[in-house]
């Protein structure tokens, strides 16, 4: 069985901008540590949250754009399998 996720990857482009944590956040619309925790590191997450959409475009990205959020399929019986195997 697989399932997909989302890999968010707005810390190259939070950089690239030069806009501050704050910034970011009242720009998008959010707060500030929810906007501290999505552009200070690239992360995979299950469901893509309206922030992360209201972030990109604060940028000028389009969220949809693989560059900047990845969709990605993860197939769950492997991901099972490797930690045993690696304990083994």
Same mark, same amino acid.
């Given at each position: 069985? !697989?399932?997909?996720?989302?890999? =968010?990857?707005?810390? &190259? @482009?939070?950089?690239? /901008?030069? +806009? /501050? @944590?704050?910034? &970011? *956040?009242?720009? *998008?619309? %959010?707060?500030?540590? $929810?906007?501290? +925790?999505?552009? $200070?590191?690239?992360?995979?997450?299950? +469901?893509?949250?309206?922030? =992360? $959409?209201?972030?990109?475009? !604060?940028?000028? %990205?389009?969220?949809?754009?693989?560059? =900047? %959020?990845? @969709?990605?399929? %993860?197939?769950?019986?492997?991901?099972?399998?490797?930690?045993? *195997? &690696?304990? &083994?």
């Amino acid at each position: 069985m !697989s399932r997909k996720l989302f890999r =968010v990857k707005l810390k &190259a @482009i939070h950089e690239k /901008s030069g +806009k /501050s @944590i704050y910034q &970011a *956040a009242k720009d *998008a619309g %959010v707060r500030y540590n $929810t906007a501290k +925790k999505y552009v $200070t590191e690239d992360f995979e997450t299950d +469901k893509l949250s309206p922030e =992360v $959409t209201a972030l990109a475009g !604060s940028y000028g %990205v389009d969220w949809r754009d693989p560059s =900047v %959020v990845e @969709i990605i399929e %993860v197939d769950d019986e492997e991901e099972l399998k490797t930690p045993l *195997a &690696a304990s &083994a």
